[in-house]
């Protein structure tokens, strides 16, 4: 009885403060999750909800990309570039090409590039909807998703119109465009743009102001701009920790440097601030297409070169100079002059950029495709790591990695 | 096209640049020494091009005679933002060396660095010798030219439940 007695049931403040034995335990997230877009898988060792550690595995959608091109000849390269990111691919075709006609050093026809930014603009557009939306559905916010999807199936008919399918585009050839604008299509854009611009302002009032979303994606997913700048984000992940970095403004390509536009710069690096990076440009690629229709030069949109275009048909039926262009260009493909270069636009996620080495052959002897998501996702075990799984979630929503470029 | 951190890199360390050239449309670019990779790589970023865009690698096995050797080309692309502009480095090797790593510079070099081992095969000493898009039992290295275009890949046999890391704990066997 005397041990009962010196019992004393309040605990001492060492036994409270003690630490209670637990075990790391690892989750797997994806491949195939409905929260990772792409397929990624994302190893990730937990102490209760922290991150502790996080591997992010990759390569569920290669396509052997580099290995195909190299086998193909210049032209037959676009459609594999549609595949890229699928969810804005005008960007890597106007990409693509803009890369091997800096390589021939020939100039396209000023209507193509107004008709390539104008394109380009409005697949900016849709990426960044796709963007928010699904940040706000799987934060729980399912009305702005729809809206978002609404708005991008319009720019996804006005896409169709122009280039004849809806997501793998295949549109441009190398020294201009392979087609005209249809008629009428001017003006189904600046009606279109009225319509993008009220669904956008619905997201912005749901989204912007809201006390779920804004608690959920203010502070969460930190990544300084120093880490930002070693791990190589770019676009508008970048913009969100304060660098004032844009290729369009710094080292403009094709007609940028004839619009007027701001470039959006954040200055806390979290998930917010990329989220709102895209709301604003939303609204300036809608200033910079209403300048772009407006300014819309006539003239031709390929050049007039049959080594590099293919000739007129009734040139081909009737003239023995057009058979033979026709033949060589389609035998051989287009005669891209030995060298390399390495040249980047400014795609919905950041830079898109093209190391291009030629042979003299007709094919590519190597195309490297710098995919902005590959960097951002080689920093997403960075800004996840000692958070919340929680947190995992909007991070990666914001880095926006697409599968098709990442595992190329 | 500006050559400013190239000129740099040249005079602080003389010696660490085998070869340095313009580009077709003029763009410069210098061929780093193998050995000196690290600490060129460091003077670039301190120079101010703290930006890793990308990596890759070149083989080179079915160029001109004289360009054979050595067969791989690894790319470094660096920018500085206030600047606004880049660096293009190349390092060449041959099968079996290795680079010295970078990735202590750089973070997002490591990405990089398993690209060019996955699809190249060259490895680089000090950094993180892991595929990233093929998977483990993948035979070979299928960017090199030698690699044929309809290569077939062995059977890789299935792993044992109990072969499958599955986290800490008991991996799944009741004690």
New interface residues.
């Given amino acids: 009885m005397a041990a009962f007695d010196e019992y004393d049931p309040t605990p001492s403040d060492d036994e409270l403060e003690a630490h209670l034995q637990t075990?790391?335990?690892?989750v797997n997230l994806g491949p195939s999750h409905p929260a990772t877009h792409g397929t990624v898988r994302l190893r990730i060792?937990l102490d209760g909800e922290t991150i502790v550690k996080m591997d992010t595995e990759?390569?569920f959608l290669?396509r052997?990309f580099?290995?195909s091109c190299e086998?193909v000849t210049w032209t037959q390269v676009i459609p594999y570039t549609d595949r890229l990111d699928y969810v804005a691919s005008l960007h890597n075709n106007f990409g693509y090409l803009t890369a091997v006609e800096?390589?021939i050093?020939i100039e396209i026809p000023e209507r193509a590039k107004y008709i390539r930014v104008i394109g380009a603009e409005l697949h900016r557009i849709a990426s960044h909807l796709t963007t928010a939306g699904a940040l706000s559905m799987e934060l729980g916010g399912f009305a702005s998703f729809l809206y978002a999807i609404e708005a991008r199936d319009i720019i996804t008919d006005r896409i169709t119109e122009l280039t004849g399918a809806r997501l793998t585009t295949n549109f441009g050839r190398i020294g201009g465009l392979n087609r005209d604008l249809p008629d009428g299509w001017v003006e189904k854009v600046e009606k279109t743009l009225v319509k993008i611009e009220e669904f956008a302002g619905e997201i912005d009032t749901l989204l912007s102001r809201n006390r779920i979303f804004t608690d959920r994606t203010r502070g969460t997913g930190i990544i300084t701009r120093?880490?930002a700048?070693?791990?190589?984000f770019?676009g508008p992940c970048l913009r969100a920790c304060g660098?004032d970095?844009d290729l369009r403004k710094?080292?403009p390509y094709w007609v940028y440097d004839r619009f007027d536009f701001n470039v959006a710069v954040g200055h806390n690096g979290d998930n917010f601030d990329r989220y709102y990076m895209r709301v604003i440009e939303i609204a300036e690629s809608i200033k910079i297409v209403r300048q772009a229709l407006d300014q819309l030069p006539g003239g031709p949109v390929m050049v007039d070169d049959w080594r590099i275009a293919l000739p007129p048909k009734e040139n081909v039926y009737n003239s023995i100079e057009g058979v033979i262009a026709h033949f060589k260009l389609v035998m051989e493909g287009v005669p891209v002059?030995a060298?390399?270069?390495?040249?980047a636009t400014e795609s919905a996620n950041g830079?898109l950029?093209w190391?291009i080495?030629s042979?003299g052959s007709g094919r590519p002897?190597?195309l490297?495709v710098?995919a902005p998501g590959?960097?951002l996702?080689?920093?997403l075990a960075?800004m996840c790591e000692g958070k919340m799984l929680a947190d995992l979630i909007p991070t990666f929503d914001t880095i926006n990695m697409i599968g098709g470029e990442v595992?190329? | 096209m500006s050559t400013y951190a190239l000129d740099q890199i040249q005079s602080q360390l003389p010696g660490s640049l085998v070869e340095r050239y313009a580009?077709?449309?003029g763009?410069a670019w210098a061929v780093v020494d193998r050995a000196h990779i690290v600490e060129v790589v460091k003077r670039v970023k301190a120079l101010g091009f703290?930006?890793?865009?990308?990596m890759?690698a070149?083989?080179r096995l079915?160029?001109?005679p004289h360009e054979q050797d050595p067969r791989f080309e690894v790319?470094y692309?660096f920018r500085s933002?206030d600047r606004?502009e880049?660096v293009?480095l190349k390092v060449r090797v041959n099968e079996g060396e290795d680079i010295p790593s970078i990735i202590d510079v750089?973070?997002?070099a490591?990405?990089g660095e398993r690209f060019v081992w996955d699809?190249y095969g060259v490895a680089f000493a000090g950094g993180v010798k892991r595929?990233?898009?093929?998977?483990e039992e993948f035979v070979g290295h299928?960017?090199r030219k030698d690699?044929p275009?309809r290569g077939r890949q062995p059977l890789t046999p299935e792993r044992q439940i109990q072969d499958i890391f599955?986290?800490?704990?008991t991996n799944g066997v009741q004690d």
């Fill in positions: 075990r790391n335990m690892v060792e990759v390569g290669h052997g580099q290995k086998n800096q390589l050093g120093d880490d700048l070693s791990f190589g770019t660098v970095y710094k080292k002059p060298g390399e270069i390495y040249s830079e950029g190391y080495r042979d002897y190597k490297h710098r590959y960097q996702l080689a920093g960075h595992e190329q | 580009d077709r449309p763009d703290t930006q890793f865009i990308s890759d070149v083989d079915h160029l001109e790319l692309f933002v606004n880049e293009r750089y973070k997002g490591e990405w699809f595929r990233i898009l093929m998977y299928p960017l690699y275009l599955r986290g800490p704990g």
